[in-house]
């Protein structure tokens, strides 16, 4: 078995579980455009009036993300592991910003859409779709391409919610949900700063607790 590994720059820090081959960094990618349900960059200039549901009834960014999707099953066979890290930037520049979005039912719908698409472009190959849970959030970027929206406590909530969104949407359909989450945070919630490069990204230090989510979920 091989494991395929396809995220936003969150993906980089698998690469000290299943090497640099392994590891598909494709961008500042979002959870919501990975679902194909059309909430990207562009989604998210529309004005405050419109609704939580409208920017979930998007579908303009589907088709790209289908050929995104071409190329991230590439080389996979039946028997391989491809997974998904997405959902860091939904955290920090939009949910919270998008209050509506934190609403359960809401969180379940991203979560349930978003596994649908990794089963999807696993098929095609046999391969075993995975997801990671989101990583803790932090105060640490600065990007003022991707701006931190809501307090840190806002953040860590919305973190948590999703990653429990996720983690029931991998028990209903029998996908594998590698818990980083849980291994890498403190105990208010964050991001533990002692294993991170930035304050933001995973560094080497946390390879250890990368390769045991990996290993509880099955996939190393």
């Given at each position: 078995m091989s494991v395929k590994v396809v995220g936003d720059s969150h993906s980089r820090a698998f690469r000290g579980v299943f090497g640099d081959p392994a590891v598909s960094w494709v961008g500042p990618v979002t959870m919501h455009r990975v679902a194909g349900l059309g909430w990207d960059r562009r989604a998210t200039r529309r004005t405050s009036a419109d609704s939580a549901e409208d920017l979930l009834a998007a579908h303009e960014w589907l088709d790209e993300t289908g050929r995104l999707g071409e190329r991230w099953s590439d080389g996979l066979r039946r028997g391989d592991v491809l997974l998904l890290v997405f959902g860091e930037i939904d955290v920090r520049c939009h949910l919270v910003r998008l209050r509506a979005l934190t609403d359960?039912?809401?969180?379940?719908?991203?979560?349930?859409?978003?596994?649908?698409?990794?089963?999807?472009?696993?098929?095609?190959?046999?391969?075993?779709?995975?997801?990671?849970?989101?990583?803790?959030?932090?105060?640490?970027?600065?990007?003022?391409?991707?701006?931190?929206?809501?307090?840190?406590?806002?953040?860590?909530?919305?973190?948590?919610?999703?990653?429990?969104?996720?983690?029931?949407?991998?028990?209903?359909?029998?996908?594998?949900?590698?818990?980083?989450f849980s291994r890498v945070s403190d105990a208010s919630g964050g991001l533990r700063q002692d294993l991170t490069v930035d304050g933001l990204h995973l560094s080497g230090a946390a390879v250890a607790q990368l390769r045991a989510a990996a290993a509880a979920a099955g996939v190393l």
């Open positions: 359960a039912a809401v969180t379940a719908r991203l979560a349930g859409a978003y596994l649908a698409t990794a089963e999807a472009l696993s098929a095609a190959t046999g391969a075993r779709p995975a997801v990671s849970s989101v990583v803790p959030a932090s105060d640490a970027s600065r990007n003022p391409d991707f701006p931190r929206h809501g307090s840190l406590a806002e953040r860590k909530a919305v973190t948590a919610a999703l990653n429990a969104a996720l983690a029931e949407a991998c028990l209903d359909r029998g996908v594998a949900f590698v818990d980083v």
